[in-house]
Structures are given as C-alpha cells and as structure tokens.
C-alpha cells in the first residue's frame, strides 16, 4: 500500500500527464492546420470569388457568407434565447411545464447538428418553399444555436446573486425594472462571452448547412446592396456556401487543380476566425466586467 | 394610540405547513428604533420580511393575519407591492451594492422612477450619503464603483440608497453582522442619527447594539413574540422569564 502522500504525488502527476497529452494534442493539430493553411493566405485568396475548374481562386464569397449567416442566425436567435432564459430563470415557477422545456432544451442541445440540417432541409427548404438560401441556413443555424445559448444566458443570469435581485426589489422596483436594470447590466460580461463563444461554433458548422444554405456560392456584386437582387450580397434568398461547407466539398469533391491549397487555406482562416473569436470573448467579457464594476 | 405607523395583528407564517410565525401582535409608533432580538431561527427574519412583502418571493409561503401601514392593510388584493416597497425600504446583512458607481446605486431607485433632473439627483446624492455618515468618505469617488468600497462603506451606501427613496419606514436584517467592529459602530451612528426622521426596525444578534441603539426591543423565541418594551425594561427588568433567561446569556 502506498502512504497517502505518494499516491497524491502519483495521481496529481497522471493528471498533469493526461492535461498534457491534450494540450499536445491540441497544438499538434492546430500547428498542422496554421502551417500547412498560413502560405495559402494573401489579399487575393481572402477576397476573390472561388473557381470551379482553374487554379487561383479563393475564398472571398464563402467568408462574406459565414459572417452573414452568423450576423443572421445570432439576429434571430439571441432575443429569442434571452427571453427564454429571463422566463426560465427569473420567472418560471419549478413545475412540470418548465421542466418539460428544460429537458426540450437539453435534447435540442445534443441533437447531431447533420439532424438539424436534414430538418432544416425538409421544413424550411422543402415545406416552406424556402430554397437553398441564407435564410433556411439562418434558421438552421438557430435551432442549433438556440438551446446552446439558452443555457448559456441561463448560466449568466445564475451567476448573479439573489440578494441583488432583493436589492432591487426592496428599493420599490418591480421585477422586470429589477430584471432589466440591474439584472441584466450585471450579467452583460458574462452574456457576452456567451454569444461570442456561441459565435464561434456557429461559424464553424458545416453539416446543419449542407442542406439548407446550400453548396454553391454564386458570385456577388458588392457594389450592389439592394437585397432584392440575385447579386447583392444582402439577398437573403440566395444560395450561400460558407466557408465550413466550402473546405467540406473540395475535399470530398474538389476537382480544381489547386484543391489541396485552398483547403488548406480556407481551414486556417476558419481556425483563426475561430480563436480570433474566443480570444475577443474574454478580453471583453473581462473588460467590460472591469468596467462595470470599476470607475 | 394614533401615531402608529404599522401594526401587526395575529401574524402567522407557514413556509409550506411549519409554523414559523405563530401569531404576532406587535405594532410600531412612527419614528425610533426598534430592535427585535431572539434566538437563531426563531422567525426575526421572517417577521421582517412580512412588514415589505419580501416574503411573496418564496414559494409555498402562506401569511394569515393583518398587517396595517398608515391603517392600509398590506395584504389587501389591491396593495401594490412595488408602491409598499418604496415606503418601506429594507437593508440586508450582506452589502449589496449593485455593479455601477457609487452615484449610480444611490439615485437606481429614483432614476428608475423616472427623474432626469440632474441637479436634483446630484442633491439627493449627497443628501443621501450624509445621512448614512459615509459623504466625506466617497464624495472624491462618487463615479468609481461601488464594490471598491470596504463593506462598512458599501453598506452605508445601500442604506443611502434606501434613503434616496424617502421611505418612512427601513428595515434592517443584521445590517452589521457581516462587518468589523468600527463599520459596526459607524452603521450605528448613522442609525442613531436617523431615528428622528425614520421609523426604523432592526435585527441584531448583538445585544449590547441593541441595548445601545434600540428605543424599544422586542424579544421572539420559537415564532413568538415573548416581549416588547422599552429597552431599558427589556435589559434591566424584563417581565418574562425567558427575556431574562436569554438577555443573561443562558441560552440562544
Ligand atoms: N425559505 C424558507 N423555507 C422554509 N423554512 C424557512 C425558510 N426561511 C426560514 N425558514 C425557517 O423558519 C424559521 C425562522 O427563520 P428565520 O430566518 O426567520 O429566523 P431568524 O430568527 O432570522 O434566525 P437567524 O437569527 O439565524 O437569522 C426557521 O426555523 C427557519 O428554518
Ligand atoms: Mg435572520
């Protein structure tokens, strides 16, 4: 038998092994990713139009289409889920109709996201005549995102104490100006970080868009913003490739002759998107915070 | 008696089906302090809480009785609790500034309400904080946050910011119990000092606060209100053998 403070030593050494052995893992694979996909990036491959048949094309429409995706989805989703979650937490009574809606949640929230995609397809695409386009992607994108922000504004509002709420209360507000004035402004660091975190996932989802964004990117016009037209960039109706799908199919069908070196590049732009985002979520989330509760 | 402000007739509680208030008759003149003091769990708190209607926002708790502020039942269907709760203010033991300067939490309530005059927010500011004895202390920080302060500061602060409401009663549950000695006795001057133009009703575990702030104290035990009187009768020759058991640390 070993005495209790070798096996502390042992166990603690196993764990920082473990933490380790992930924490390699994580840089092995984002190394390969940055150095393989960093020599592809230029001004040119991050702006121009993708080309089907001839090298040299790039990734410019499918990024512009990620970030309209995700302006959209977080446009439909976010006031969705933060009404959900002020109900859910600050007024909901514990009963079976919210815990019919709590476990709704749940089962959303770990629902495959090709699931989500395939509905998407059949309900917003096929029923509601919707077509391949921005706006089935946009409510694809927010039946994924929905519960997952749900929970995550649920969480912020949970890491305010009560006694503030009393506080409020007790200074003769009613519930909503508690909630609204001093509730939320409380919990904006941390539903913040939420959202941008959330962002994050959204941008990189590839299989709920499939079938509902689409997997073509017809070129735009930028010089055209009247969303009534084929071309413009804000056409809602339009078909929209994004950058997740687009590394998806040039490598399952890509038949331009620089296929590799686009893939490779758009993967790097989607992984430094991504911690781009998650760097920004706590720098400020942290500040914000600074500010509200300093000076 | 016509100046009783708020009066307590047959006051029961039941969180779910315990008993915790059985039955208190207890009423309050306009102005003064008033300490009600008892054993842990004896219902202080909870009898606090009925007089602002703090208790509604727990579940399964049901009240039978009447309470009466300025002869207006309470409890009536048509009181507006939101109105109640800006007459009858409250202090909690735990400081609890919200996140925003110090300026911000102490005009919240009234900025809320809907003034915008800035002069007049900048006087009730300072009013407000005189009054609570912390002024001299933040009035070079007015914009910086609250939760900068130390928790004597903050809680002079909160009750600045129940004075900023003009309430005519203020509660207080413990105000000093989570605080060191000298913001102890800070809290106790500025109570001191508002017991002219407040009616003022506190919870305390510190017997020598209460003997020293107190015009009156009420003494509960087990959801019942054993005694109240002056509180040199409570402490020199109380008329119940409990009080007195309690007061010479016999028990609680
Ligand atoms: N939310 C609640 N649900 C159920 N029972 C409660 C609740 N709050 C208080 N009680 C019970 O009611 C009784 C009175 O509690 P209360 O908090 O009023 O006591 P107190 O005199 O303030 O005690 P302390 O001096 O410890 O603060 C206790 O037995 C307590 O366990
Ligand atoms: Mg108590």
């Known amino acids: ?23 390699l893992i994580l840089m092995a694979l984002l190394g390969y990713i940055l150095v393989s996909g960093v020599p592809q990036l230029s001004w040119h491959f991050l702006t121009a139009p ?18 309209y995706l995700l302006i959209l989805a977080m446009l439909i989703s976010f006031p969705i889920a933060l009404g959900a979650a002020i109900y859910l937490y600050e007024y909901a009574k514990d009963n079976w109709v919210t815990t019919t809606i709590r476990t709704a949640i749940e089962i959303l929230s770990s629902l495959p996201s090709v699931v989500v995609g395939l509905f998407g397809f059949l309900f917003f695409v096929v029923r509601l005549n919707l077509g391949f386009s921005i706006l089935s992607g946009a409510f694809a994108l927010t039946f994924f995102n929905l519960p997952l922000l749900t929970r995550s504004i ?142 | 008696m016509s100046k009783e402000i708020l009066t307590t007739q047959d006051l029961h509680l039941y969180y779910g089906d315990k ?67 800006k007459e009858i203010g409250m202090v909690f033991q735990q400081p609890n500034p919200f996140p925003f300067s110090i300026y911000d939490n102490v005009i919240y309530g009234l900025r809320i309400a809907g003034e915008k005059d800035k002069e007049k927010l900048d006087a009730v500011v300072e009013k407000s904080l005189r009054q609570a004895a912390v002024w001299d202390e933040v009035k070079d920080h007015l914009h910086e946050s609250a939760l900068a302060l130390s928790g004597g500061q903050q809680q002079r602060v909160c009750i600045a910011r129940v004075l900023a409401v003009s309430p005519e009663i203020i509660l207080l549950d413990e105000p000093t119990s989570a605080l060191d000695p000298v913001s102890s006795s800070q809290i106790e001057t500025t109570l001191l000092n508002l017991r002219h133009d407040y009616t003022i009703i506190t919870v305390t575990h510190n017997l020598q606060q209460a003997s020293r702030i107190a015009d009156r104290t009420a003494f509960f035990m087990n959801g019942e209100l054993v005694e109240v009187d002056q509180t040199k009768n409570i402490f020199m020759n109380p008329a119940e053998k409990q009080t007195e058991d309690y007061i010479s640390g016999r028990f609680g």
């Open chain 1, 1 to 23: 038998m070993m005495n209790p403070k070798t096996q502390n030593k042992v166990a603690i050494g196993s764990l920082y092994g473990i933490a380790g052995l992930v924490v």
């Open chain 1, 50 to 67: 993708a080309k089907a048949f001839l090298e040299g094309g790039g990734v410019g429409v499918q990024l512009y289409n990620s970030f």
């Open chain 1, 154 to 295: 649920e969480d912020s509002l949970r890491t305010i104490d009560t006694t503030q709420r009393e506080g409020g209360l007790a200074l003769g507000l009613s519930r909503w100006e508690t909630i609204t004035r001093v509730i939320l402004p409380a919990a904006v660091p941390s539903i913040l970080t939420g959202v941008i975190l959330s962002a994050g996932r959204v941008f990189g989802e590839a299989a709920a868009l499939i079938y509902t964004a689409g997997q073509s990117a017809p070129a735009l016009d930028f010089t055209d913003w009247n969303p009534f037209n084929i071309s413009s960039p804000l056409n809602p109706m339009r078909p929209a490739e994004t950058l997740a799908v687009h590394i998806w199919k040039i490598n399952s069908e890509g038949i331009m002759p620089d296929a590799k070196a686009i893939s490779s590049g758009s993967s790097a732009v989607l992984v430094l998107a991504i911690l781009l985002f998650n760097f920004a979520a706590r720098y400020l989330g942290k500040r914000l915070y600074k500010r509200l509760t300093s000076a």
């Open chain 2, 19 to 85: 008993e915790a208030l059985k039955g208190i008759n207890l009423n309050f003149d306009a102005k003064g302090i008033t300490a009600l003091i008892g054993p842990s769990g004896c219902g202080k708190s909870t009898y606090l809480r009925t007089l602002n209607r703090m208790n509604d926002l727990i579940p399964n708790v049901t009240i039978t009785g009447t309470i009466k502020f300025k002869g207006e039942n309470l409890y009536a269907p048509s009181a507006d609790t939101v109105q109640i709760r």
